[in-house]
């Protein structure tokens, strides 16, 4: 008599880093593999051209998965006939979640939120964004299915459901997986701070009592801090705030050069401070470019002087960078270098920008250079994930039978008092009974 099939889940890589979870969940001959990563190491020094794949398994920036990645990549077959059921899915558009998704066999379909797959492939164009495909031209971005929210979507006996969540990360979205007996829910990044926790408490019903809860666990991962100490949590305690504080920088400084950065896939956070701005905000080319192709939304923009014209921008939109350097009344105006050409008295403000922060050896020489150009220096972030409050909430909503924490250095700190929290390790494999 044969046994009848059951889930189970493996557990690759991303479980006690701050990123990069890479999980797969099967079922007889089907199964769905999330997300699709690397994690983030700037400590080794690795460029792009470093980053073939044994050394990706070799520092464990990506997880061991069979069955899924390019043979043309790896040196070893796909096993189709134990597998006739394949997908893949990116929760968001952060590296860490998507910069090996060109690693992905071409022939498996990789799905994501709308937004994550128009934009993806601009942030790539350049071949800068993501790991580089086999065979294919640098700048290559292999296909993404933008999956219809909340609707089903099969893979054999296996079926996902993507769902609107929110994180810093423009069009973020979490997960359903439900096989003939269990329901898995991933939560990706996920916050209750930003501009939609609606929707972030509609998936939480969604998925309410779930048989598993993978669930990133960002917040908890520096218990020797108080919150108020912690570099990802100190400052503003939602984006509205946030975009308020730009606002106030400008009217409280009516006669003062004023620049800023931001990281360029929180999209939504720049299209606020676009919308509330007193002055007018005008963006390097290349972030105008990334509204442009990705979005259909044409922005004030600037050029250095060694940049390209790009072909899609409005030439009626374009600031002098000359005219930006002498002002200081009626532009607020992205800055990405050249910093030694800002005024001395200006203000700048770094909002989770590159350098993301103190774990980076490029933080500390870049805050130093700044002041000692005379410019005053704002820290200005709001963190795109959920703190320690927020995650005891979040779980509570979901009410999981099984608490699986991944993406954060200590996932023994969170606890599910709906049921079993289990703590994977690298390769281990759950079936759920």
């Known amino acids: 008599m044969t046994s009848k099939p059951k889930t189970t889940v493996t557990f690759y890589n991303g479980l006690t880093t701050i990123g990069g979870p890479m999980i797969e969940v099967a079922y007889d001959k089907s199964h769905v593999l999330f997300d699709l990563g690397e994690v983030y190491r700037p400590e080794l020094g690795l460029k792009m051209e470093d980053e073939d794949f044994s050394t990706l398994l070799k520092y464990q920036l990506i997880g061991d998965v069979p069955n899924f990645y390019d043979p043309k990549i790896t040196g070893k077959e796909i096993d189709h006939e134990r597998w006739q059921h394949s997908a893949a899915y990116i929760s968001h558009l ?143 305690k939602n984006e509205v705030e946030l975009t308020e504080r730009v606002v106030k920088y400008q009217k409280d400084n009516p006669k003062r050069q004023l620049t800023f950065n931001t990281y360029p896939t929180n999209v939504e956070r720049i299209l606020r401070i676009i919308s509330d701005s007193p002055r007018k905000v005008v963006l390097h080319a290349k972030r105008a470019e990334l509204l442009k192709l990705a979005l259909k939304q044409d922005v004030p923009y600037y050029y250095l002087p060694e940049d390209e014209k790009i072909d899609a921008l409005d030439p009626n939109l374009e600031i002098s960078y000359q005219d930006l350097l002498k002002d200081d009344h009626q532009y607020f105006w992205q800055v990405v270098g050249h910093y030694d050409q800002l005024q001395k008295g200006g203000l700048y403000i770094h909002s989770n920008a590159e350098p993301l922060g103190d774990f980076d050896p490029a933080y500390a020489p870049f805050i130093e250079n700044i002041e000692k150009r005379g410019i005053e220096l704002i820290t200005l972030r709001c963190s795109g994930h959920a703190d320690v409050a927020e995650l005891k909430e979040i779980i509570a909503g979901f009410e999981p039978k099984i608490l699986a924490p991944v993406h954060t250095l200590h996932p023994e700190l969170e606890e599910n008092p709906f049921g079993e929290r289990i703590l994977p390790k690298r390769g281990e494999v759950f079936t759920l009974s």
């Open 94 to 236: 952060h590296l860490d979640h998507s910069k090996a998704m060109n690693l992905l066999a071409p022939e498996i379909p990789l799905y994501a939120g709308p937004l994550t797959a128009a934009l993806l492939p601009v942030l790539n164009r350049d071949g800068e964004f993501l790991l580089p495909a086999a065979d294919k031209p640098k700048n290559y971005t292999r296909p993404i299915i933008a999956a219809k929210l909340k609707q089903p979507i099969k893979v054999g006996d296996i079926t996902l459901t993507v769902v609107p969540s929110d994180h810093d990360a423009y069009g973020a979205t979490g997960l359903i997986i439900e096989t003939p007996d269990k329901t898995i829910v991933h939560t990706g990044d996920i916050r209750l701070h930003g501009y939609h926790p609606d929707w972030v408490r509609q998936f939480m019903a969604a998925g309410k009592g779930c048989d598993m809860l993978i669930i990133e666990g960002t917040g908890v991962s520096w218990p020797e801090r108080s919150e108020e100490d912690s570099e990802e949590f100190k400052g503003v």
